[in-house]
């Protein structure tokens, strides 16, 4: 199961850079899907690398922040070694999160098994019953 596919690269960013990013050529006028494929690929694996310790691979259903941890991987491997300033924080952002995962420290919301952790109600208030009410307080 793939983390991220084209259209989530292409809902991130511009059309126009992943055209750029997958031109091997030169001239492109569409994603070379090769290329971007390749680089989704390479963003699955090393997420899985991650994850194999805490989780049961492959996962049932894939958490949204995992979408866009693939997304920012793969922009950093297309851009190889002309990487911008911002499209390696997010990259190292992202190696960060998934760093966390692995040692525990941040949970994905799924157990050990790939089924989703229930969570439990909201708050609670408890207390005594009301001595002022508006049919005690008629008189007044």
């Known amino acids: 199961m793939s983390y991220a596919v084209k259209q989530d690269m292409i809902d991130r960013f511009a059309l126009a850079e992943l055209i750029q990013l997958t031109d091997r050529t030169g001239g492109a006028v569409a994603v070379n899907d090769t290329v971007i494929n390749q680089a989704l690929a390479d963003a699955d694996a090393e997420v899985d690398g991650y994850l194999m310790g805490r989780y049961s691979l492959p ?3 894939v958490p949204k922040i995992l979408v866009g941890v693939a997304c920012d991987v793969a922009r950093y491997r297309l851009y190889d070694d002309r990487a911008t300033e911002q499209v390696t924080k997010r990259y190292d952002d992202a190696i960060k999160f998934l760093k966390l995962v692995a040692d525990g ?8 098994t790939n089924v989703i952790t229930p ?3 909201g708050a609670a208030s ?11 307080l008629s008189d007044y």
Request: glycine share 12%.
């Open 105 to 112: 420290k941040v949970s994905l919301g799924i157990n050990a």
């Open 126 to 136: 408890f207390g005594n019953d009301r001595v002022f009410t508006s049919s005690t």
């Open 59 to 61: 996962l049932a259903s």
């Open 119 to 121: 969570t439990t109600g």
